[in-house]
């Protein structure tokens, strides 16, 4: 079993900042790209931001120079800083991972719980 759990969502001011952490935990044996998607209401999920096993990244052109991706290996978290947030960054906030695991070492998509970030205008 996997589990993928976010934290650091909120409310904020248009301009603020925030940053989301995910933590996959479970009987992982690799982990190959993880990525940060987002849903707002009545709209359907989209990619916010990719990074490989490596550090490439990849992103949204809504989100290009405001918000960066990185991960630890080490300790099997992602991360998204958004900076200068705006209202139409209000969504919740979803992290995806491809692992496998100890005992099916095959590549499966998992995703976290969501975590929901309201921005204020």
């Known amino acids: 079993q996997v589990q993928l759990a976010e934290s650091g969502g909120g409310l904020v001011q248009t301009g603020g900042s925030l940053r989301l952490s995910c933590a996959a935990s479970g009987n992982i044996f690799s982990i190959y790209a993880m990525g940060w998607y987002r849903q707002a209401p009545g709209k359907q999920r989209e990619l916010v931001a990719a990074?490989?096993?490596?550090?490439?990244?990849n992103y949204a052109d809504s989100v290009k120079g405001r918000f960066t991706i990185s991960r630890d290996n080490a300790k099997n978290m992602v991360y998204l800083q958004m900076n200068s947030l705006k209202p139409e960054d209000t969504a919740d906030y979803y992290c995806?991972?491809?692992?496998?695991?100890?005992?099916?070492?095959?590549?499966?998509?998992?995703w976290g719980q969501g975590t929901q970030v309201t921005v204020s205008s």
């Open positions: 995806n991972a491809v692992i496998a695991t100890t005992t099916a070492r095959y590549k499966v998509n998992y």
């Open positions: 990074i490989s096993s490596v550090g490439s990244t």
